[in-house]
């Protein structure tokens, strides 16, 4: 698998060149994350061997480890085939061939660890000694081989030569050549993969629906509907961030402002309609140690922090994606992130991160968030309302370009003139957000309603169980106090004051 150190010294084009370059730094990211996870799950199993509980934390460890090495195998091999660049490539080049070559000797490697962990494990359970040194070992010379097997690799010549003196300016400031004038079919096929996304939206849809299946073979139902929201907004983040809008968006700021309202606000409602945490609790099995924590006493003790608590705050949630919308594109900030790669995706994540937590304190249904009473929350919601739409009228008034620099660069020669199209982009921002705002009106309303319905029937109920035990009930003495009151506002005798003995 290739080493990191050519994109982290500069930007790679042989990458741009093969117009794969999200791909090429995004697998860079997500080897180093992987193999930085492995190692230091490493050390942090060294840490507790002498602790009683180093046979269950060996085993979270394995299936740790299995997940990095898996995640280091594909996205090494994803950067490979950036720097291939053509499939025949593959069996027509020495590269190709030694990266078929370093395939088939990670896969012996993976089996290797495979058996050595099936034998290591029970006996570490057993007690036995020289078994962790044995695992700790065996793990060494996994992740050693493996990351030798990456320094091989990038220093093998690649089929796209690193000179990149065929590219055009376009393409080596884009990662891919200027896409043609938008049409229906441009903007839904030409897909940009990223791997972020795409892993992103993968492990969240396997990962929802594994919970839903572990409840259904429990005996227990999870509502469709949730499951259809959290599917679909995992289906739309995919999209948005992934087909040929994703190229647009680089390149015209209507684009991109229409790829950041799906984000900020639809994708948003989705997946808070997809109620995960509490999906979460009711699926992750407890650790058969008490003493242990597993992945939901983690959940639990991350849902109930200060942080999530300061999070949860109405002004902080409001402030934070207010601050998205006015921030961004009052500033230079923009046109410093769209020249970085990984600073798009901090951007986009943070749009959705942003409005899901809106959400969440607004329409949400998980445990963690603050609860308020409904009539603020449509006060909350309004002024979101307002905050959102007087984000659009200073965009429509504005006569500045937003991030000059960079729209300048790139922009298409099929395409009307930046501050046009910023204003569409501007029309896009005032508009877009009527139908997200009315939806979610609609079920704060209609929980409004249900919390009254089930308020009043816990009163109903408390009525009828004083009725029966012949006791006063919570309403009986409440009206019982209006009534005393009443009687003794009517009597004049009872009224006292300066003039009256």
């Known amino acids: 698998m290739p080493s990191a150190l050519p994109t982290l010294r500069s930007r790679p084009r042989h990458s741009a060149g093969a117009g794969n370059h999200q791909i090429a730094v995004t697998s860079l990211a997500l080897h180093v994350l992987a193999a930085a996870t492995w190692v230091g799950g490493l050390v942090a199993l060294l840490m507790v061997r002498r602790s009683r509980l180093l046979a269950d934390a060996a085993a979270r460890y394995s299936r740790l480890a299995l997940g990095c090495f898996v995640a280091v195998a594909v996205s090494g091999l994803a950067n490979a085939a950036v720097r291939l660049g053509a499939v025949d490539q593959l069996w027509q080049s020495r590269y190709g061939w030694l990266v078929l070559g370093k395939l088939v000797a990670l896969l012996i490697l993976g089996a290797l660890g495979a058996a050595h962990r099936l034998r290591t494990l029970p006996a570490l359970r057993a007690g036995r000694p020289g078994a962790f040194g044995r695992l700790a070992a065996g793990e060494l010379v996994v992740f050693a081989a493996t990351v030798g097997l990456a320094v091989a690799l990038s220093r093998s010549p690649t089929p796209i030569p690193d000179s990149g003196i065929d590219a055009d300016p376009i393409t080596e400031l884009l990662g891919f050549p200027m896409p043609a004038a938008p049409t229906a079919g441009n903007l839904l096929g030409q897909p940009l993969p990223d791997m972020f996304f795409l892993t992103l939206c993968a492990l969240g849809i396997g990962g929802y629906l594994a919970g839903v299946r572990r409840m259904r073979v429990a005996g227990h139902r999870w509502p469709v509907a949730r499951t259809a929201s959290w599917v679909g907004g995992m289906l739309v983040l995919a999209a948005t961030t992934n087909l040929g809008v994703a190229r647009y968006a680089y390149v015209l700021f209507s684009a991109h402002m229409a790829q950041h309202m799906v984000l900020s606000m639809l994708v948003p409602i989705l997946l808070v309609g997809g109620a995960p945490v509490t999906l979460a609790l009711r699926a992750l099995r407890r650790p058969t140690d008490p003493q242990v924590r597993g992945a939901r006493e983690w959940l639990l003790i991350a849902v109930h922090s200060r942080v999530t608590k300061l999070l949860t705050h109405p002004l902080v949630a409001l402030g934070i994606y207010t601050a998205s919308l006015f921030g961004l594109y009052l500033s230079d900030l923009l046109g410093v992130l769209m020249r970085s790669h990984l600073g798009h995706l901090a951007m986009l994540t943070h749009f959705v991160v942003a409005g899901y937590l809106l959400f969440w304190v607004l329409v949400g249904v ?9 009539p603020l929350l449509v006060i909350i919601h309004l002024a979101s ?27 298409p020669t099929w395409a009307s003139s930046l501050l046009a199209d910023q204003k569409l982009g501007a029309g896009i ?5 009527e139908l997200p705002a009315v939806v979610v009106m609609i079920v704060l309303i209609r929980q409004w309603i249900r919390a009254d319905q089930r308020e009043q029937a816990r009163l109903d109920r408390a ?3 004083a009725e029966a035990t012949g006791e006063e009930d919570d309403l009986a003495r409440y009206n019982a106090f209006l009534a005393a009151a009443g009687r003794a506002e009517s009597d004049p005798r009872s009224t006292s004051g300066p003039d009256r003995h």
Do not use: E
């Open 366 to 374: 998980d445990p963690g968030r603050r609860r308020l009473p409904h």
């Open 385 to 411: 309302m307002m905050a959102h739409g007087f984000f659009g009228l200073v965009l429509m008034q504005t006569t500045t370009v937003i991030a000059p620099d960079w729209y300048t660069a790139v922009h």
């Open 429 to 433: 921002a005032w508009a877009f957000g």
């Open 463 to 465: 009525a009828d169980r």
